[in-house]
């Protein structure tokens, strides 16, 4: 039997890069969508059994080729983490109706699309898994996140619509909310003051999402919070 499939979308050098690897460590081959293959290049060195795919999560066209690229090379996903999400901050008096529109083509049409190329043949198979990498916003509507957290919270609910739908066929869908400031270079100088347990390490991360992949089937979650142990909620 060949080792299975792990398809991410959204490969950033943060949470997506870190689960890539992490996957890859346990012995899957992976494929890296993203818009910029710039860093996915680079990871698919690094990784060995992996290729990357130019894929625009906003556009459904764009998703469906680069799947359809992927599938006709490697086979079907046996794993897919959805892990674009993008969005304007700003106050409904601020973002624009072109904000709140990207924000939905890439954190729920790009989703949508995505997830119906890799249901069939999950579906034919009786197994697989479909995780959401989701975030806070789409708990609770900040005053800037007035593009951002409608779409997250599309994001959230068309997971739950999923899940309702697809476990009963074997396929697991999950949804992780990160709840904190994901550890990047970035982060690390907008923010200096803060101490190393105050950020969200990506390696942890990942771990939460290889895990969910590989839960019992008497005992699947659905939803999870990931936030560092100090973070107040």
């Known amino acids: ?33 993203s818009r910029s293959i710039t860093l996915s290049d680079k990871l698919a060195t690094e990784l060995g059994d992996a290729r990357a795919y130019t894929c625009d999560a906003a556009d459904p066209e764009s998703v469906k080729g680069a799947l359809a690229r992927m ?57 697989g898994s ?3 990498i989701g975030a806070t916003a789409s708990r609770r509507g900040a005053a800037r ?18 899940a309702r739908h697809l476990w009963p066929a074997g396929i697991h869908v999950a949804l992780v909310i990160i709840d904190g400031v994901v550890d990047l270079p970035r982060t690390r100088e907008r923010l200096p003051g803060k101490p190393d347990s105050f950020f969200v390490k990506p390696d942890d991360v990942a771990a939460t999402v290889y895990w969910l992949t590989q839960q019992p089937r008497s005992a699947w ?7 560092p142990f100090g973070e107040v909620w």
């Open 145 to 162: 996140a007035a593009a951002f957290a409608p779409a997250k919270a599309a994001q959230r609910t068309l997971a739950e619509s999923m």
């Open 1 to 33: 039997m060949s080792q299975p499939l792990f398809v991410i979308i959204g490969v950033g050098p943060g949470n997506g890069a870190a689960i890539a690897r992490r996957f890859a460590h346990e012995g899957y081959r992976i494929a890296l969508l």
């Open 221 to 227: 979650a659905f939803e999870v919070e990931a936030r």
């Open 71 to 127: 599938c006709k090379d490697l086979g079907a996903a046996d794993v897919l983490v959805y892990n674009a999400g993008s969005g304007t901050w700003g106050s409904v008096e601020n973002v624009s109706a072109a904000d709140l529109e990207s924000a939905w083509r890439v954190n729920v049409l790009g989703a949508f699309t995505a997830v119906r190329e890799v249901i069939p043949t999950m579906k034919d198979r009786g197994s």
């Open 130 to 132: 479909i995780v959401f």
